[in-house]
């Protein structure tokens, strides 16, 4: 029969060395806390960018996202909490200040999230390789979270192309994208 005490204390199995979290993963985890973090800087940069060219949607929606990464920041900063390792902060690259136009702004964003993109791929694949279950399945929250962010990259790049030069469409996108409300985490 199987008593209360026993669920609460199983016997202990060899379970050898530690081979939740790789000392390879956890550098890789970190480093993309790192790149979480820069993600959050360049679309703050982008923010004050658009405040400056009067354009309060872009700069409102860029502030919404740079918000948003540092939630991704911190979910990879709580997992490596929860697998027992450290954290370790480096030093967050100064992202640029200036594009030729919003069009270029969001062109940089999406191209930034493709880079993304590829390193969430190239960790599941490190854990893939580990048998790391539980890091992948961490990460395939990542995978499914850039399906959406690439897209929206993409749609606003679409729609500041159909713009062109014409302000008052430049406007009207620009109040579009004020609406956007900041997710709960
Ligand atoms: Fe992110
Ligand atoms: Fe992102």
Do not use: C
Not at 13 to 26: A, N, P, R, T, W
Not at 61 to 76: F, P, T
Not at 80 to 85: D, F, L, P, T, Y
């Amino acid at each position: 029969m199987l008593r209360t005490a026993d669920l609460w204390n199983p016997p202990k199995k060899d379970i050898g060395e530690d081979k939740m979290v790789s000392g390879k993963m956890l550098g890789a985890l970190n480093e993309q806390i790192n790149a979480e973090l820069y993600s959050s800087y360049l679309y703050l940069s982008m923010s004050a960018y658009f405040e400056d060219a009067h354009l309060g949607g872009f700069a409102s929606w860029m502030r919404v996202q740079a918000r948003e990464e540092l939630g991704h920041v911190m979910r990879l900063y709580d997992y490596v909490v929860e697998r027992g390792k450290r954290v370790e902060l480096s030093a967050i690259e100064r992202p640029p200040s200036n594009w030729s136009s919003p069009l270029a702004g969001f062109e940089g964003a999406y191209k930034h999230e493709r880079k993304i993109t590829a390193r969430i791929n190239s960790l599941v694949d490190m854990a893939i390789k580990d048998n790391d279950h539980a890091t992948n399945n961490m990460l395939q929250w990542f995978v499914a979270e850039q399906v959406e962010e690439e897209a929206s990259a993409s749609e606003i790049v679409e729609r500041l192309k159909l713009v062109g030069d014409d302000g008052r469409g430049l406007l009207m996108l620009d109040r579009h994208l004020a609406e956007r409300e900041p997710e709960e985490e």
